[in-house]
Antibody, heavy 120, light 110 residues
Framework: QVQMVESGGGVVQTGGSLRLSCAAS????????IHWVRQAPGKGLEWVAF????????QYADSVKGRFTISRDNFRNTLYLQMTSLRADDMALYYC?????????????WGQGTLVTVSS | QSALTQPPSASGSPGQSVTISCTGT?????????VSWYQQHPGKAPKLIIY???KRPSGVPDRFSGSKSGNTASLTVSGLQAEDEADYYC??????????FGGGTKLTVL
């Protein structure tokens, strides 16, 4: 079955960097667009970034554009999120989510998330 | 782009129906039939329960239904059960590979 396992979260200082990973299995990774979605403690879901199945198209929320970079390795079945210039409001549980059905923001499978804590 | 607007809370007694709204604009909900709804229990990842406005993934009870009118989408939960108590989120495609989420609605089963 589909499995998505995030890793790489941790404690980082304001202004620091962190790289998240999402290891996928149980499906043909290179056939699907994948997104990062985050959830601040006690808050709602916020879409962060998208990468097309071939890795050649990316899109970002305005709140992270210019600071975060999404990428993927279709040979390693792994998604990445490089985060730089981290701010207090980036503190959240970060999920990777796989598009399903026709895509366009339909997130059929999610990981369990990896927690990013930004401290001053 | 602003988040979609959902009521912060909703409630109903077991067996009753409850409807949760999700309001966007003519650039997101009004422009595309790509509205999804997610159920999230505490400490768990979100689960897709409605996609493309009104379609249900396999395994989701038909007590859950979705609809859309203009810039507003709605999720109706019929025959409320205790296990339906959770947070519910809508999202919509917003063009150019961007996605918007609603702020979430906490559903309480009285």
């Amino acid at each position: 079955q589909v499995q998505m396992v995030e890793s790489g979260g941790g404690v980082v200082q304001t202004g620091g960097s962190l790289r998240l990973s999402c290891a996928a299995s149980g499906f043909i990774f290179s056939n699907y667009g994948i997104h990062w979605v985050r959830q601040a403690p006690g808050k709602g879901l916020e879409w962060v970034a998208f990468v097309r199945n071939d890795g050649n198209l990316e899109q970002y929320a305005d709140s992270v554009k210019g600071r975060f970079t999404i990428s993927r390795d279709n040979f390693r079945n792994t998604l990445y999120l490089q985060m730089t210039s981290l701010r207090a409001d980036d503190m959240a549980l970060y999920y990777c989510a796989k598009e399903e059905f026709r895509g366009y923001g339909t997130f059929g499978s999610w990981g369990q998330g990896t927690l990013v804590t930004v401290s001053s | 782009q602003s988040a979609l607007t959902q009521p912060p809370s909703a409630s109903g007694s077991p067996g009753q129906s409850v409807t949760i709204s999700c309001t966007g604009t003519s650039s997101d909900i009004g422009a595309y039939n790509y509205v999804s709804w997610y159920q999230q229990h505490p400490g768990k990842a979100p689960k897709l329960i409605i996609y493309e406005v009104s379609k249900r993934p396999s395994g989701v009870p038909d007590r859950f239904s979705g609809s859309k009118s203009g810039n507003t989408a709605s999720l109706t939960v019929s025959g409320l059960q205790a296990e339906d108590e959770a947070d519910y989120y809508c999202n919509s495609y917003a063009g150019n590979h961007k996605v918007l989420f609603g702020g979430g609605t906490k559903l309480t089963v009285l």
